[in-house]
């Protein structure tokens, strides 16, 4: 086998970026919301309002660090993976279907179990519109503005090749993952509506973890496409915001369970190496 030639850029200098882009927007926020800092009301109103631009964080650093060691024909080939759509129908089923099964059963198991299920987040911005309707335009909007534009191109466009260069798949999710829930810590001290954030942080850190490994298994079985991870990452938002389950105790010790046991099969299946068989 042809090793393949050692990606150009520095993993580390990246998280730093992106950590500090996004916590610099971040952190004062997040200190005054806690009685630490006073912040004027106009930079408070754009810190706390939609406009604060720290989730942009890893696109920021994934970008910069492209431009600067691979010059443009590396931010094209990276924006290129973006629309990767060629994926196969299997991996389509996998990154649409995936998630709303895997956190909305322990939500079902709840619900059996006689646990008082309170009503979602999207139901409650639905405000009475036909929730079908909502739902997809939920879905648009979370793709665009909730989270997976702003950082799939660093996680997994950037981070994740590099971190494999030095761990082999398993490794790099689980290290990928207590990454990727350390970014948003200071996130735990300013006051939110998702369910995740408004939890014991324990949960936060193992949910993205074991999440993250199955983003490295996608990305790594569908040719390092970043489309496909944009997808999955617009799917794990959106079941959480029609699917209350991290709000509800026994849907969420069934969701761990049931992502670990998830995990362990295709760890076994596919192989902690590259989580990827060598024929497909």
Same mark, same amino acid.
């Given at each position: 086998?042809?090793?393949?030639?050692?990606?150009?850029?520095?993993?580390?200098? *990246? *998280?730093?970026?992106?950590?500090?882009?996004?916590?610099?927007?971040?952190? %004062?926020?997040?200190l005054a919301e806690q009685g630490f800092l006073r912040l004027p009301d106009g930079v408070y109103q754009f810190l706390s309002g939609s406009s604060n631009p720290a989730a942009y =964080?890893?696109?920021?650093?994934?970008?910069? &660090?492209t431009a600067i060691y691979e010059g443009w024909s590396g931010v094209k080939a990276l924006l290129?993976?973006?629309?990767? $759509?060629?994926?196969?129908?299997?991996?389509?089923?996998?990154? $649409?279907? &995936?998630? %709303?099964?895997?956190?909305?059963?322990?939500?079902?198991?709840?619900? &059996?179990?006689?646990?008082?299920i309170p009503e979602s987040w999207g139901v409650r911005?639905?405000?009475?519109?036909?929730?079908?309707? $909502?739902?997809?335009?939920a879905f648009f909007m979370i793709f665009f503005l909730g989270g997976p534009l702003q950082e799939e191109f660093g996680w997994r466009g950037y981070a994740t090749d590099r971190l494999q260069e030095k761990f082999n798949a398993?490794? @790099?999710?689980?290290?990928? =993952?207590?990454?990727?829930?350390?970014?948003?810590?200071?996130?735990?001290?300013i006051p939110r509506e998702e369910a995740y954030y408004n939890r014991p942080a324990w949960g936060m850190f193992l949910t993205?973890?074991?999440? @993250?490994?199955? $983003?490295?298994?996608?990305?790594?079985n569908t040719n390092r496409s970043v489309f496909a991870t944009l997808i999955f990452h617009t799917m794990f938002n959106w079941t959480n915001f029609f699917f209350p389950t991290f709000e509800?105790?026994?849907g969420g010790l069934l969701f761990f369970g049931l992502a670990i046991v998830l995990v362990g099969v295709i760890v076994w299946q596919f192989g902690p190496e590259r989580l990827k068989r060598e024929d497909t």
């Open positions: 086998m042809v090793k393949e030639a050692k990606m150009k850029g520095n993993v580390w200098l *990246f *998280f730093l970026i992106a950590f500090g882009f996004s916590w610099l927007f971040w952190m %004062p926020l997040a =964080g890893p696109l920021v650093a994934a970008f910069l &660090m290129k993976r973006g629309l990767d $759509f060629k994926i196969g129908w299997k991996w389509y089923l996998v990154v $649409f279907l &995936m998630l %709303p099964l895997l956190i909305g059963l322990p939500l079902l198991g709840a619900q &059996m179990a006689g646990e008082t911005e639905a405000g009475g519109a036909p929730l079908p309707i $909502f739902a997809i335009v398993l490794w @790099t999710g689980i290290v990928m =993952g207590l990454l990727w829930a350390s970014w948003h810590l200071p996130l735990l001290f993205t973890t074991l999440v @993250t490994i199955l $983003f490295t298994w996608i990305y790594n509800t105790d026994i």
